[in-house]
């Protein structure tokens, strides 16, 4: 007589089989992989790697080459994910120059016609400069332009071998230093802020991204902060979250004079009670 | 009659176990997520590399250029740059890009590769 009862224990080994075999496969011993695209990198790799083309474009000013770069990092909001890197770089007192060389990307991703200097060619003229006065006009003329840097997104396909060198035309971030021209802390503002806000703007009047903003820290130490991560507002609009109780200094730019004796306007209400305002300066290129 | 079942049992475990790898490993893998620098294909690891020559150009820079480079090659930072020298050959680099690698390649080397 044949067993009428379905041969349960042969389908329970094979389900017992199964789930041990997608947790071997998915789980203890997944394919482990190699020849991967810099989008699969965890975060704190592609931050490495962002830094670095941040790095990299403050010393080459090829912006083609650092927007091909960063697309293949295929970020959804490159804009944020640019200021937040940045951003977390100088809080973090990071390498400032990969926060200064994001914030001009950042900047540039609004501002299609923003060109930089290379700082490699600051340095070499710098170093010529201070090697022989005769190497001054050889190295001070400028290459010749190849060609201008692209400016739309690449694919994620090989694409570096054929980038322009980028041109060697006139710095926002380098030139004049710049100097304080108005200081307002508008108590009829009320708005209870204790924020340091700086614009930095050419002889224009344009904002200028990417300027290093350097304020003095009760402790004594130094903190740096850049301009251009607020694009929305302002290329040149940086702000600093001041404590109410301290003075501070602040320079603008590597040769601006410092500004000193910085503090949370305090203003007195018509109920009598005091509130702070923003305090808000403005510098320009000389 | 037992052992028969036995048998068949872990049989069936066997069946179920090999074909869960075929699926989990060639038909449907996971997804390659969190990966790391070195892990990247060669071409984008050469590029790393000539953005590490691009970014630290000074000599004073080349302690962190090497840590840079060691996101590639942990024990061997010349091994990373010599890796990128023969891709970007292949892929036909521009002098001036293998003249920057080039330069990175020799003051790793003469900087002792960080060790």
Redesign the interface.
Known sequence: MRDKHP?L??????????????L???VIL??S??????D???SS?KQ??AS??G??Y???ADSGRAFS?LA?LQESDLNSALVAQAQQLVAAGGDTESARGLALLAAEVNQTNLVITPL?QI?EQSTSITETPDAVTATSTPNPTEGSPTATQPTAT?F???TP?PSATSSPTQGAPYQMVSQSGDCAKNDKGALLIVNVLDSDGNGIPGVKIEISLPNGGSEDFYTGLYPEINNGYADYTMDANTTYTIRVGSDGQPVTGLQVPQCTGSDGKSYTVDLVLTFKQQ | MKKRRLIGFFLAIALGLAAALVYGWMIQPAQPVNTTLDSMRPDYQADYVLMVAESYPQQADLPFAIEMLRQLNQNDPVQAVDQALLTAQQLGYSDADMHLLAGLELRVRQYGGGE
């Open positions: 041969p224990y042969l389908l329970t080994g094979i389900i017992l089989g199964i789930l041990a075999g997608l071997i496969a998915y997944p394919v992989y190699a020849y991967t695209t810099p699969t990198l965890s790799q490495v790697y670095l083309i790095r990299a403050l010393y080459e770069r293949l490699v340095t090989l570096f071998t054929l060198r």
